[in-house]
Nanobody, 123 residues
Framework: QVQLAESGGGLVQAGGSLILSCGLSGRTNNSYHMAWFRQAPGKEREFVASISSSGASTLVAASVKGRFAISRDNALNTAFLFMKTLKPEDTAVYLC????????????????WGQGTQVTVSA
């Protein structure tokens, strides 16, 4: 069984910064691709950023590019989301996800999810 635990969320003023962490535990190894999604009230879940199992490949959504970055420390089994120049529209629950298994196009299935951490950006 694999568990994910997010931390680092909170209330921040517009223009501020936060760093989210996602710890991977259980029957894990360094083969899990990881990603961050977010979901605001009344909106669909939105992809934010992903990172390959080795950390060599990252992808960041256009809506946050230049402001958010993703990294990981495989020795700690932890992924990080660095967020700067936060805007009120970044307010959401941020969810971490991981998986080893990919579909035919190479995209991870992301079958494991954490509970999420709330990020609130005040104007």
């Amino acid at each position: 069984q694999v568990q994910l635990a997010e931390s680092g969320g909170g209330l921040v003023q517009a223009g501020g910064s936060l760093i989210l962490s996602c710890g991977l535990s259980g029957r894990t190894n360094n083969s899990y691709h990881m990603a961050w999604f977010r979901q605001a009230p009344g909106k669909e879940r939105e992809f934010v950023a992903s990172i390959s199992s080795s950390g060599a490949s990252t992808l960041v959504a256009a809506s946050v590019k230049g402001r958010f970055a993703i990294s990981r420390d495989n020795a700690l089994n932890t992924a990080f989301l660095f967020m700067k120049t936060l805007k009120p529209e970044d307010t959401a629950v941020y969810l971490c996800t991981a998986d080893m298994v990919c579909n035919d196009t190479g995209a991870p299935l992301y079958g494991y999810w954490g509970q999420g951490t709330q990020v609130t950006v005040s104007a």
